[in-house]
């Protein structure tokens, strides 16, 4: 069995990729966006984190979340919100395919990749690559032309802030360019 070796830091920041079964494109269809939202919020709620950027692909999904003071459990976290995610798809009757003999053992559903990859932010810097990865993601995918037009992100969170122009990411922004610290 592997053992993976993640890093625990209390009140961190961190980036994530979560990754459907089979990279099944299911994310961004409204049934499985309703049902992620809602098991996102349930488990704010409970253990709270700040989502500091997040996009929603066809089949993955980052984000960056601080975590409070204290407090390093992303794992916890992201159990819940599959876990949750998946039981209100299956109440709903979507269709999720019969699992393989192993994972109906681990009493999983085929709706996500069992691991998920996260990254440590070290420094502001750090934090700004990944938040315009975040954004700039469904671009490098041939999802959308420029950020501005995919709608399922917190880019428009930043644009209404003033954080980015709309006309930002129209052309690769130069913090990304020859960068491979993210994982797809």
């Not at 990754?19 to 499985?32: G, K, M, N, Q, Y």
């Not at 003071?69 to 109440?91: E, M, N, Q, S, Y």
Request: hydrophobic fraction near 40%; include cysteine; charged fraction near 30%.
């Amino acid at each position: 069995m592997s053992r993976y070796r993640r890093a625990r830091v209390r009140g961190a920041v961190y980036f994530f990729t979560v990754v459907t079964f089979d990279r099944r494109p299911i994310l961004t269809r409204p049934e499985v966006r309703a049902v992620l939202q809602a098991a996102w919020r349930k488990t704010r709620s409970e253990r709270p984190f700040e989502t500091v950027a997040l996009v929603l692909l066809p089949d993955h999904l980052h984000c960056v979340w601080r975590l409070p003071d204290g407090d390093g459990d992303f794992g916890t976290r992201w159990r819940l919100i599959k876990t949750r995610a998946t039981r209100a798809l299956v109440a709903t009757g979507w269709r999720v395919a019969a699992p393989s003999p192993q994972r109906a053992r681990r009493r999983e559903r085929d709706v996500w990749q069992r691991r998920f990859w996260e990254h440590l932010i070290r420094d502001d810097e750090d934090l700004r690559r990944h938040v315009e990865y975040t954004h700039y993601n469904p671009v490098r995918h041939g999802l959308a032309p420029r950020p501005v037009d995919w709608p399922f992100s917190t880019f428009h969170r930043y644009v209404r802030r003033g954080v980015y122009e709309p006309t930002w990411g129209t052309v690769e922004p130069a913090l990304l360019r020859n960068w491979a610290g993210a994982r797809e």
